[in-house]
């Protein structure tokens, strides 16, 4: 392949610039022209894109968002929009594509692959809810950022000998919630993959624990399960705690990504492209066991990813 494009798509996630910046790079170096495709798949259609060079990529490693912008486009869902999507790849002359995003990207990716552009996918999203990677670009930078403001929200609860409820993202999976509710010392963590009750495993658990001496209380709930607000009113109800409410929100998307964000980004990126560069499309990068893998787009579409049950249970064990 001669010429190849880069696009993000999706919520964005720290860590997506070293990902780009890995692409356009190991592309120069290997002869490609590489082209930046600005706001995910409606740049696409649209035709916003510009070449870049080594250069362009200069000084983004440290920075959280994406200097491609990312955008969620409707018309990409339909035939019509996949039509245009190919065309103007065609008509600028691209071979081959590399989309960094969730499954949602990657539904795109292969109906775009299935329009004979050869495309690889990059997990980057926060939420790690990409079945075929143990990891996701991302994710560590979000953890990290939930620990920082979940602590800073510790020093006042306690100071009040208050509960606080924290919703955190993760659209329809826990794996935020439980490991961030781990390293906060959450006394309950309510997460979508686990059935609970809230007289069960939130007031119970609350008055067990007030037992023991315990006068603050910390509850992270996943964004799948939402209901914070009516939550703290619950427990304040209950157990005579005065209790808050807080969602984290996009705080959670933004920052400058750790280490493990930027070396996996990099290393996806450099693999992805040297996928292209051997005539191979329709795969997802992933992170198995700590070493970078390629799946079959379908393949990885069609897997299932579990929780760490038994981590969900030593959270449990260890916050009482
Ligand atoms: P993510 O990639 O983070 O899961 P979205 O679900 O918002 O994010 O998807 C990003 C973009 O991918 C959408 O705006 C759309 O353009 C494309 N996309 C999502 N789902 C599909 C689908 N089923 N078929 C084709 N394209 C899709
Ligand atoms: O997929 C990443 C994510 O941050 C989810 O955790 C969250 O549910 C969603 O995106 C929020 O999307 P938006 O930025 O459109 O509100």
Known sequence: MKKIGVLTSGGDAPGMNAAVRAVVRTGCEN?????????????????????????????????????LYSARCPEFK?????DKAAESCRKNGIDGLVVIGGDGS??????LSLSGIPCVGIPGTIDNDIACSDYTIGYDTAMNTIMEMVDRIRDTTESHDRCSVVEVMGRSAGYLALNAGIA?????????????????????????????????????????IGGVEALAREIEEKTGVESRATILGHVQRGGSPTVRDRVAASEMGNYAVKLLQNGIGN???????????????????NMKKSIDLNLYKVAHEISI
């Open 184 to 224: 906060v010392g959450a006394t309950t963590i309510l997460i979508p993959e686990v059935p609970y009750d809230i007289e069960r495993d939130v007031i119970e658990r609350m008055r067990r624990t007030q037992k023991t001496g315990k006068k603050h209380f910390i509850i992270i709930v996943a964004e799948g």
């Open 283 to 301: 795969r997802v990068v992933a992170m198995q066991k700590e070493k970078v893998v390629d799946f079959d787009i379908y393949e990885a579409l």
């Open 106 to 111: 990657f539904r795109g990716a292969r109906d």
């Open 31 to 67: 002869g490609m022209q590489v082209m930046g495709i600005e706001r995910g798949y409606t740049g696409l259609i649209n035709g916003e894109m510009y070449e870049m060079n080594l250069r362009t990529v200069s000084d983004i490693i440290h920075r959280g968002g994406t200097m």
């Open 78 to 82: 339909t035939q019509a929009g996949i």
